[in-house]
C-alpha cells in the first residue's frame, strides 16, 4: 500500500519541460527540493491529479492511475494556503471526506476527535478556521487531510507561511505523524534544505524538470551526482580543475566548508593527503555559534572554509583532504 | 490601529471636495423635491404623506415593482452563473470582446434598448422572420408585450452585470479549496455545491441586489415592453402625479417613499458587497486553456447563444439606421441618415449638426469621466482608511434615486439658477452627469480598495513619506487599471445620458443622446437608429480599449 | 505619476477651452433680448427654432433666448418654481388640457392681440387672453394602408375582433398623447360609458404605451397597423418620405382637440417685445411651425403646403374646459388605471 511508480512522466511547459521517472518505496518519507520554478509544485499537482500530463504513467501499487480524477486516488494533499473551508468550522473541514464516505455521525464524530488530538489540537471542534494562528490552520489541514485514510500524502511547502521557531516544531510534527500512521507514503516539497535533511528518508533535487538525484541525505550531502546538487544542499567551493595539477578528467573541483583545515599554529599531517593553498586571504569571517564560516580569496576565487577559531592573520595557507574532493566534469560527477 | 494623529488632516480633506458637490448638487435639490411631500398651501402637513402610506394602490405597485425586480434579478444571476463560470476558469480568445460587448447594453438610452428589442423581437420583427421562413406558418410568436418580455430586456440590460461581477471574483478566487475538496473524494458538482458557491455567494448576492436597484427604476421598459398597465411600478404613479395631475406634494410623497424602500435595498447591497470584498482573493487569474472537448464546446455554446442574445438587438438598432422607409430617396438599404446628420444636407441654423453633438458629448464625457473618477477616488480613500460607512452611502445615494425624481431635482436645481448662458448649461450637464457616475465609479473602486495591502502604505510612511506623498505616489499607482475602469464606465454612462440633459442644458447644448431624443420625437427613426448606432460604436471602442488596456497590464504584471 | 498629472490637468484645460468657445458666441445684451421657455423640439434644428429665431431677430432686432426643456409640465412648474424671479418672458407650449394648472399660477398677463381676429373663436379656450392659441392639434388613429386589415371607420369600431393585436395605445398616465384619447373616449362615450370602450378596446391593443414616441416607433416598425397619434401625422410621411402609406381616419363621433398656447409673464420686463414675439409667431410664424410640430396652424388665413392635403380635417371636434380637466383627472386616471389593470 503506498508504493508510487512515476514512468517517463512528462509536461510542456514554456520555461521548461518536466520530464520525471521516480519510485517511491512504500511507506516512505521523500522530500523534494529545489529552486523555485523547479517544478516541484506542478509534479505535486500531477500525482494527486490535479494536472494531467503530456505523456506517462503514474502507478499506485502497479495499478495505473493516470487517469483516474482527483476523487478516486487514495491520495491527500496539504497546500501551501492550508485551503481550508472557511464557510465551516474545523469539526466539519475535517469531517468533510468522511461524510461523502457516508460514515455515520458518531464514527465520524469519534474519527475526528481522534485526529484532532493527533495533532494536538483536542477541543478545536467549534473552532472557526478563519480564526486559527498559522500553525494551528496548519495542523487542522494535516488532520483532514489524513482524514480519508490515504495511501500517499503530498505535502507542497506546508510549512512555507510560518515563523522559524513554528516550522522547526511543525516538522517534527509532520515526521512524526508520519511514523506514527505507519503505511502512509508522505511525499513532502519544500525549498528549505535544513528542513528536508533532517525529517527525510530520501531526498529527490529537482532542477528546471528534471530530478537530479533521489538518494539519502547523507549520500547526497557527500557524494551528489551533479554540480548543480552539490552547491545546492549545502554550503561549498567550486574551483576550477586546472587551477590545480591533479591528474583527474575533470573540470570543476567542489568541497564543503569543512573540508577545509586551517591550522591554528602549525599544520601536522600528510602533506600529499592535502590540497595546499597557499596566499589566501581573508574576506569575511561570520560567527556561526558552532563555529566561524570564513569567507577567502585566493586568485581571484572565493573560498568557504570552517574554522574553530578565527585567525589572526591575514593571509595564510589552507589545507583541503584530497578525499573529500569532489570532482565533476561539464557538471556531472566523476569519481 | 495606524497613527490617526498623521491621517487626520488629510483623507477627510480629499473626501470633502466630492461631499460638498453631492450635497449642493444633489442632495439639495433632492430634499427640496421630498420635502415638497409636507407642504401644502396651507402648510406643514403630513396628509399627502399618511394618505401614500395608507393607500393599498400603493402597496400593490410596490409589490408589482419589487416582484419583477427580484425576478429579472434572479433570472440575470442564474444566467450569467454559467457564464461566470466559463469567463473565471477558462482563457479563451473571445474573452475579452464578449466583456466589453456586454458591457454595452448597460448604458444605452432606454428608447433605444425598447427600439431594439422591437425590431428583433417583435412580431415583425427579425427573430419572427426567421421563425415564419422555416416554418412556412403564417403567424408570428408573441415574445413581446408580456411579462416574459419585462424579464427579458432587464436580463439584457443587466447579465452583463452579472457576468462581469461575479467572473471578475470568481477569476481572482484561489484554486487550492476546490483541489482539496477534490482530494478529499468529493465530486465536480458536490465541490461546487458546498465549497465554491458559498465562496462566491456574497458576489452573486451583491450582484443581485445591484439588477435589483435597477430594475426597480425601470419606466419605459415596463409599459411598452409589458403591454399594458396591468403591469405598472411605483415609478410610473410618481410620474402620473407629477406630469399629468401635476400634484407635486403627492408625487413628491410618493418619491420619498420609493426613495425609502431603495435606500434600504441599498444600505443592503452595499453590506453585502463589503463582505464579498473582504475575501481572501488571489492576484492571478485562474483561467487556464480548455483541454477537453465538452468545455470548448460549452463555451462556444454560452458564446454563440450570448452573442445573439446581446447583438441581436444591437444588430437591429444598426440595420434600421441604413434601411429608409422613404419612397423619395428609395426604401432600402439608404445611407442617408448617416449623410443628413454628418451636416451633408439639410443642416439649418445656430443649433448643431451632428457633429457639434459629437463633439459635445465626447467633451462632456471626458470631463465628467475625470471629475468622477477622482471625486469617487478621493471617496473611496477617505471610506477605505476611515471605514465610514455613511459617507460611502450618502455617496452612493444616487443609485437609489429613480430619474423621475432625479428629474424633479434637477430643474429645482435650475429654478434656482439665474443664469442662462451656454456655459451655465454646460457646467449643469457636466455635475449632473457627474453626481449620476460617481456611485458607478465609486463601485468598481472600492472594492478593490479595500483588498489592498495596508502593509505598502505603512512602508511608505517608515520610509519617511507623508501621507499625502504615499498616497499619490503609491496607493493611486497600484490602483492605475481600476481607476482605469471608473473613468470608462463613466464615460460611458455621461455618453449615453438624456433625462438629466435635456432639464438642465436648456436647449443650449446639445448631446448625442438629445440628438435621439429629436430625432424620435420629429417622426425620424431611422435618423434616430442612426444615431443610436453612432453611440453604440463609440461605446464599445471605449469598452474594448478598457478590456485591452486592463488586460496587457495584468500580462505585464504576471 | 507627475506625468500623468500633467497630462489630466492638461485634457481637463483643453476641454474647459472647448467649452469656452461654444460659450463664447454669445451675447448678453440685455436690453432688448427676450427670453422665451418652450419645450426641446422648438429648438432642434428640426423643430421651428432654427427658422423662425433668425426671421424674428432680424425683422424687429429683437433678441431672443431661447431656453427649452423637456416638457411643457416643467416649463411650467419651473417658472412656478422661480415666481418673481423667473428670466422668462414668454412660455409657448403650455396645452389647453394644462390650462388650469396656468391659471392657478397667475404667472400670465392677457394680452388681447390683433391677430386673434383670425383665428376661429373655438381655438381662444382662454377667454381672458392670457393663453394664446398658436398650434392645434387634432387626436385620430393613423392606419397602415399597407396592412391587412381594413381601416376602421368608428371610435365603436376598434371593439371588433377583427382588430385582435392590430392596435397600439398610449397610457394616459405617462403621456399628453394617452391623455388625449382619454379624454377624447370621455367627450364621446361620457363618464359613464368611456370606461367600456376602454376595456373592449384594451384587448384588441398589441400593447399600451408609455408614450407617443415609443407608440408611434412601434408602428412604423411594423408591430400594429393602428396607432393613437395626430391627423397631421401623415403630413411628416408625405413632405419627407413621399409616402401616403400611412394614413388619418377621420370618425364620425367626433375628435379630440388639443390647442397649445403661448402665454406672457406678468413678470415680464419686455412686455412690449414679448407681445411682438407673440403676434409674430401668431402670423409669419404659423406655416412652419405647424409643419414643424406636425400641427395645424390656428391663423385661419396661413397658407400650407400641398401635403397638408394628407392630414383630414374631421367634422366634428371636442374640447374641454381646463378647470374641469383638473379637477377630475386625478380621478379619471385612477379609475382607468383599475378598469385596465383588471382586464
Known amino acids: 500500500?503506498?508504493?508510487?511508480?512515476?514512468?517517463?512522466?512528462?509536461?510542456?511547459?514554456?520555461?521548461?519541460?518536466?520530464?520525471?521517472?521516480?519510485?517511491?518505496?512504500?511507506?516512505?518519507?521523500?522530500?523534494?527540493?529545489?529552486?523555485?520554478?523547479?517544478?516541484?509544485?506542478?509534479?505535486?499537482?500531477?500525482?494527486?491529479?490535479?494536472?494531467?500530463?503530456?505523456?506517462?504513467?503514474?502507478?499506485?501499487?502497479?495499478?495505473?492511475?493516470?487517469?483516474?480524477?482527483?476523487?478516486?486516488?487514495?491520495?491527500?494533499?496539504?497546500?501551501?494556503?492550508?485551503?481550508?473551508?472557511?464557510?465551516?468550522?474545523?469539526?466539519?473541514?475535517?469531517?468533510?471526506?468522511?461524510?461523502?464516505?457516508?460514515?455515520?455521525?458518531?464514527?465520524?464524530?469519534?474519527?475526528?476527535?481522534?485526529?484532532?488530538?493527533?495533532?494536538?489540537?483536542?477541543?478545536?471542534?467549534?473552532?472557526?478556521?478563519?480564526?486559527?494562528?498559522?500553525?494551528?490552520?496548519?495542523?487542522?489541514?494535516?488532520?483532514?487531510?489524513?482524514?480519508?485514510?490515504?495511501?500517499?500524502?503530498?505535502?507542497?511547502?506546508p510549512l512555507s507561511a510560518l515563523d522559524a521557531s513554528l516550522r522547526r516544531h511543525l516538522r517534527d510534527e509532520v515526521r512524526r505523524i508520519h511514523d506514527e500512521n505507519p503505511g502512509v507514503t508522505t511525499i513532502y516539497v519544500t525549498h528549505d534544505r535544513e528542513e528536508a535533511f533532517s525529517i527525510s528518508d530520501r531526498i529527490a533535487i529537482m532542477n528546471a524538470g528534471h530530478i537530479e538525484m533521489v538518494a539519502g541525505g547523507e549520500e547526497i550531502y557527500n557524494h551528489p551526482n551533479s554540480l548543480f546538487t552539490a552547491s545546492f544542499t549545502g554550503e561549498g567551493t567550486s574551483l576550477p580543475a586546472e587551477m590545480f595539477d591533479m591528474d583527474v578528467d575533470a573540470d570543476t573541483i567542489f568541497f564543503r566548508p569543512e573540508s577545509v583545515t586551517i591550522p591554528q599554529t602549525k599544520f601536522y599531517g600528510d602533506a600529499d593527503a592535502y590540497l595546499i593553498l597557499e596566499g589566501v586571504k581573508i574576506v569575511s569571517a561570520e560567527f556561526l555559534g558552532s563555529c566561524y564560516l570564513l569567507g577567502l580569496m585566493y586568485e581571484g576565487h572565493r573560498i568557504l572554509a570552517e574554522s574553530s577559531f578565527r585567525p589572526a592573520e591575514d593571509t595564510m595557507t589552507i589545507y583541503i583532504r584530497k578525499t573529500r574532493l569532489l570532482l565533476f566534469k561539464d557538471g556531472r560527477a566523476v569519481s | 490601529m495606524r497613527g490617526r494623529k498623521r491621517e487626520s488632516a488629510f483623507y477627510p480633506a480629499m473626501a470633502a471636495i466630492p461631499m460638498v458637490l453631492l450635497v449642493i448638487v444633489f442632495l439639495l435639490p433632492l430634499s427640496f423635491n421630498l420635502a415638497r411631500a409636507f407642504f401644502d398651501e396651507d402648510g406643514f402637513t403630513l396628509s399627502n404623506v399618511k394618505e401614500v402610506i395608507s393607500t393599498p394602490y400603493t402597496y400593490r405597485l410596490l409589490s408589482f415593482t419589487l416582484?419583477?425586480?427580484?425576478?429579472?434579478?434572479?433570472?440575470?444571476?442564474?444566467?450569467?452563473?454559467?457564464?461566470?463560470?466559463?469567463?473565471?476558469?477558462?482563457?479563451?480568445?473571445?474573452?475579452?470582446?464578449?466583456?466589453?460587448?456586454?458591457?454595452?447594453?448597460?448604458?444605452?438610452?432606454?428608447?433605444?434598448?425598447?427600439?431594439?428589442?422591437?425590431?428583433?423581437?417583435?412580431?415583425?420583427?427579425?427573430?419572427?422572420?426567421?421563425?415564419?421562413?422555416?416554418?412556412?406558418?403564417?403567424?408570428?410568436?408573441?415574445?413581446?408585450?408580456?411579462?416574459?418580455?419585462?424579464?427579458?430586456?432587464?436580463?439584457?440590460?443587466?447579465?452583463?452585470?452579472?457576468?462581469?461581477?461575479?467572473?471578475?471574483?470568481?477569476?481572482?478566487?484561489?484554486?487550492?479549496?476546490?483541489?482539496?475538496?477534490?482530494?478529499?473524494?468529493?465530486?465536480?458538482?458536490?465541490?461546487?455545491?458546498?465549497?465554491?458557491?458559498?465562496?462566491?455567494?456574497?458576489?452573486?448576492?451583491?450582484?443581485?441586489?445591484?439588477?435589483?436597484?435597477?430594475?426597480?427604476?425601470?419606466?419605459s421598459i415596463i409599459l411598452v415592453l409589458g403591454g399594458g398597465p396591468q403591469y405598472t411600478t411605483l415609478e410610473v404613479e410618481i410620474y402620473r402625479t407629477n406630469n399629468i395631475v401635476m400634484d407635486s406634494a403627492k408625487a413628491s410623497a410618493l418619491s420619498l417613499f420609493s426613495f425609502l424602500v431603495n435606500l434600504v435595498i441599498l444600505v443592503l447591497y452595499m453590506a453585502v458587497s463589503r463582505n464579498a470584498a473582504s475575501r481572501e482573493k488571489s492576484r492571478d487569474d485562474r483561467a487556464v486553456r480548455p483541454t477537453s472537448w465538452k468545455t470548448k464546446a460549452a463555451i462556444a455554446l454560452y458564446n454563440t447563444l450570448m452573442l445573439i442574445f446581446m447583438l441581436g438587438p444591437l444588430v437591429s438598432i444598426l440595420a434600421r439606421s441604413v434601411i429608409s422607409t422613404s419612397s423619395r430617396y428609395k426604401e432600402g438599404f439608404s445611407l442617408r441618415s448617416y449623410a443628413e446628420l454628418f451636416g451633408l444636407h439639410r443642416s439649418v441654423g445656430v443649433m448643431s449638426d451632428a457633429f457639434q453633438a459629437l463633439v459635445n458629448s465626447l467633451v462632456i464625457a471626458l470631463v465628467v469621466a475625470l471629475l468622477s473618477t477622482v471625486m469617487a477616488l478621493f471617496l473611496c480613500l477617505y471610506t477605505t482608511r476611515r471605514r465610514s460607512k455613511a459617507v460611502e452611502v450618502v455617496g452612493m445615494f444616487p443609485l437609489a434615486i429613480s430619474s423621475v425624481t432625479l428629474g424633479l431635482g434637477y430643474y429645482i436645481i435650475r429654478a434656482h439658477i439665474h443664469s442662462s448662458g451656454v456655459l451655465a448649461g454646460y457646467i449643469l450637464v457636466i455635475l449632473a452627469h457627474l453626481v449620476i457616475a460617481m456611485p458607478f465609479a465609486m463601485r468598481t473602486i472600492s472594492p478593490v480598495m479595500r483588498s489592498g495591502n495596508p502593509r505598502i502604505l505603512d512602508a511608505a510612511y517608515t520610509l519617511g513619506a507623508s501621507v499625502s506623498r504615499t498616497c499619490f505616489g503609491v496607493e493611486i499607482p497600484m490602483l492605475k487599471t481600476t481607476l482605469a475602469r471608473a473613468f470608462i464606465f463613466s464615460f460611458a454612462l455621461s455618453v449615453g445620458e438624456v433625462n438629466a440633459t435635456l432639464t438642465l442644458a436648456e436647449g443650449k447644448v446639445v448631446t448625442l443622446p438629445i440628438l435621439l431624443y429629436r430625432l424620435i420625437n420629429s417622426y425620424n427613426y431611422q435618423g434616430a437608429c442612426a444615431i443610436g448606432s453612432v453611440l453604440m460604436v463609440m461605446t464599445f471602442i471605449i469598452f474594448a480599449l478598457a478590456q485591452a488596456m486592463g488586460t496587457r497590464r495584468s500580462n505585464g504584471n504576471s | 505619476m507627475k506625468r500623468n498629472l500633467f497630462t489630466t490637468v492638461l485634457l481637463l484645460l483643453l476641454c474647459t477651452t472647448v467649452l469656452f468657445s461654444q460659450a463664447a458666441g454669445e451675447s448678453t445684451d440685455d436690453e432688448k433680448t427676450l427670453t422665451l421657455y418652450c419645450y426641446d423640439?422648438?429648438?432642434?434644428?428640426?423643430?421651428?427654432?432654427?427658422?423662425?429665431?433668425?426671421?424674428?431677430?432680424?425683422?424687429?432686432?429683437?433678441?431672443?433666448?431661447?431656453?427649452?426643456?423637456?416638457?411643457?409640465?416643467?416649463?411650467?412648474?419651473?417658472?412656478?418654481?422661480?415666481?418673481?424671479?423667473?428670466?422668462?418672458?414668454?412660455?409657448?407650449?403650455?396645452?389647453?388640457?394644462?390650462?388650469?394648472?396656468?391659471?392657478?399660477?397667475?404667472?400670465?398677463?392677457?394680452?388681447?392681440?390683433?391677430?386673434?381676429?383670425?383665428?376661429?373663436d373655438s381655438l381662444e379656450f382662454d377667454g381672458e387672453h392670457r393663453l394664446i392659441p398658436f398650434d392645434y392639434g387634432?387626436?385620430?388613429?393613423?392606419?397602415?394602408?399597407?396592412?391587412?386589415?381594413?381601416?376602421?371607420?368608428?371610435?365603436?369600431?376598434?371593439?371588433?375582433?377583427?382588430?385582435?393585436?392590430?392596435?397600439?395605445?398610449?397610457?394616459?398616465?405617462?403621456?399628453?398623447?394617452?391623455?388625449?384619447?382619454?379624454?377624447?373616449?370621455?367627450?364621446?362615450?361620457?363618464?359613464?360609458?368611456?370606461?367600456?370602450?376602454?376595456?373592449?378596446?384594451?384587448?384588441?391593443?398589441?400593447t399600451i404605451a408609455d408614450g407617443w414616441s415609443s407608440g408611434y416607433g412601434l408602428?412604423?416598425?411594423?408591430?400594429?397597423?393602428?396607432?393613437?397619434?395626430?391627423?397631421?401625422?401623415?403630413?411628416?410621411?408625405?413632405?419627407?418620405?413621399?409616402?401616403?402609406?400611412?394614413?388619418?381616419?377621420?370618425?364620425?363621433?367626433?375628435?379630440?382637440?388639443?390647442?397649445?398656447?403661448?402665454?406672457?409673464?406678468?413678470?415680464?420686463?419686455?412686455?412690449?417685445?414679448?407681445?411682438?414675439?407673440?403676434?409674430?409667431?401668431?402670423?409669419?410664424?404659423?406655416?412652419?411651425?405647424?409643419?414643424?410640430?406636425?400641427?395645424?396652424?390656428?391663423?385661419?388665413?396661413?397658407?400650407?403646403?400641398?401635403?397638408?392635403?394628407?392630414a383630414p380635417v374631421p367634422d366634428k371636434v371636442f374640447s374641454m374646459d381646463p378647470e374641469y380637466v383638473a379637477a377630475n383627472i386625478d380621478r379619471w386616471t385612477e379609475e382607468w388605471t383599475q378598469a385596465m389593470t383588471s382586464l
Open chain 3, 41 to 120: 423640439t422648438f429648438s432642434s434644428e428640426w423643430g421651428s427654432g432654427p427658422t423662425l429665431i433668425p426671421l424674428f431677430e432680424q425683422e424687429t432686432g429683437i433678441k431672443v433666448d431661447v431656453v427649452s426643456t423637456g416638457d411643457a409640465v416643467e416649463m411650467l412648474s419651473r417658472a412656478i418654481m422661480e415666481g418673481e424671479d423667473c428670466p422668462a418672458d414668454l412660455i409657448m407650449g403650455i396645452s389647453d388640457d394644462q390650462a388650469s394648472k396656468a391659471y392657478e399660477s397667475a404667472l400670465f398677463e392677457p394680452y388681447d392681440s390683433p391677430v386673434l381676429e383670425h383665428v376661429d
Open chain 2, 67 to 219: 416582484m419583477q425586480a427580484a425576478l429579472s434579478s434572479l433570472v440575470s444571476v442564474l444566467v450569467a452563473l454559467p457564464g461566470a463560470y466559463l469567463y473565471a476558469n477558462y482563457r479563451f480568445r473571445l474573452k475579452r470582446l464578449m466583456l466589453s460587448l456586454s458591457s454595452l447594453c448597460f448604458v444605452l438610452p432606454s428608447i433605444l434598448v425598447v427600439l431594439g428589442f422591437v425590431i428583433f423581437y417583435g412580431n415583425s420583427g427579425f427573430v419572427n422572420d426567421i421563425w415564419r421562413t422555416i416554418t412556412g406558418r403564417e403567424e408570428a410568436i408573441r415574445i413581446l408585450y408580456s411579462f416574459k418580455a419585462i424579464i427579458l430586456a432587464h436580463a439584457f440590460l443587466n447579465i452583463p452585470v452579472a457576468l462581469t461581477l461575479i467572473t471578475e471574483d470568481w477569476a481572482h478566487t484561489p484554486r487550492s479549496q476546490e483541489n482539496a475538496s477534490y482530494l478529499l473524494g468529493s465530486s465536480k458538482v458536490h465541490t461546487f455545491l458546498t465549497i465554491t458557491l458559498p465562496r462566491i455567494m456574497p458576489t452573486v448576492l451583491s450582484a443581485a441586489l445591484l439588477i435589483f436597484l435597477f430594475c426597480f427604476t425601470s419606466f
Open chain 1, 1 to 157: 500500500m503506498g508504493t508510487l511508480e512515476l514512468k517517463g512522466v512528462k509536461k510542456r511547459y514554456p520555461e521548461f519541460t518536466l520530464e520525471i521517472d521516480l519510485s517511491v518505496n512504500e511507506g516512505e518519507f521523500l522530500t523534494i527540493i529545489g529552486p523555485s520554478g523547479s517544478g516541484k509544485s506542478t509534479l505535486l499537482n500531477i500525482i494527486a491529479g490535479l494536472y494531467a500530463p503530456d505523456e506517462g504513467a503514474i502507478l499506485l501499487d502497479g495499478r495505473d492511475i493516470t487517469s483516474l480524477p482527483p476523487q478516486k486516488r487514495g491520495i491527500s494533499m496539504v497546500f501551501q494556503d492550508y485551503a481550508l473551508f472557511p464557510s465551516m468550522n474545523v469539526e466539519k473541514n475535517i469531517s468533510y471526506a468522511m461524510k461523502i464516505r457516508k460514515v455515520k455521525r458518531s464514527e465520524r464524530r469519534r474519527q475526528t476527535d481522534a485526529l484532532l488530538s493527533f495533532v494536538n489540537l483536542s477541543g478545536y471542534n467549534r473552532r472557526k478556521v478563519t480564526t486559527l494562528s498559522g500553525g494551528e490552520a496548519q495542523r487542522v489541514a494535516l488532520a483532514r487531510a489524513l482524514s480519508s485514510d490515504p495511501s500517499i500524502l503530498l505535502l507542497d511547502e
Open chain 3, 138 to 206: 387634432v387626436f385620430a388613429f393613423v392606419w397602415d394602408s399597407e396592412s391587412d386589415v381594413p381601416a376602421p371607420r368608428s371610435l365603436d369600431d376598434l371593439m371588433d375582433p377583427v382588430y385582435k393585436d392590430k392596435i397600439i395605445l398610449i397610457d394616459p398616465r405617462t403621456s399628453s398623447v394617452g391623455l388625449g384619447l382619454l379624454m377624447w373616449t370621455i367627450d364621446v362615450y361620457g363618464e359613464d360609458g368611456y370606461l367600456d370602450w376602454w376595456r373592449a378596446v384594451g384587448q384588441n391593443a398589441l
Open chain 3, 219 to 310: 408602428f412604423t416598425e411594423g408591430e400594429a397597423p393602428i396607432v393613437i397619434s395626430y391627423t397631421t401625422s401623415p403630413v411628416y410621411h408625405v413632405l419627407w418620405e413621399d409616402s401616403t402609406r400611412y394614413q388619418a381616419l377621420v370618425f364620425p363621433e367626433g375628435h379630440h382637440q388639443t390647442i397649445e398656447s403661448i402665454g406672457m409673464l406678468a413678470t415680464s420686463r419686455h412686455k412690449e417685445e414679448a407681445k411682438a414675439f407673440i403676434d409674430f409667431i401668431l402670423t409669419e410664424g404659423q406655416a412652419e411651425t405647424a409643419i414643424a410640430n406636425s400641427m395645424y396652424p390656428v391663423n385661419g388665413e396661413t397658407v400650407l403646403p400641398d401635403a397638408y392635403e394628407w
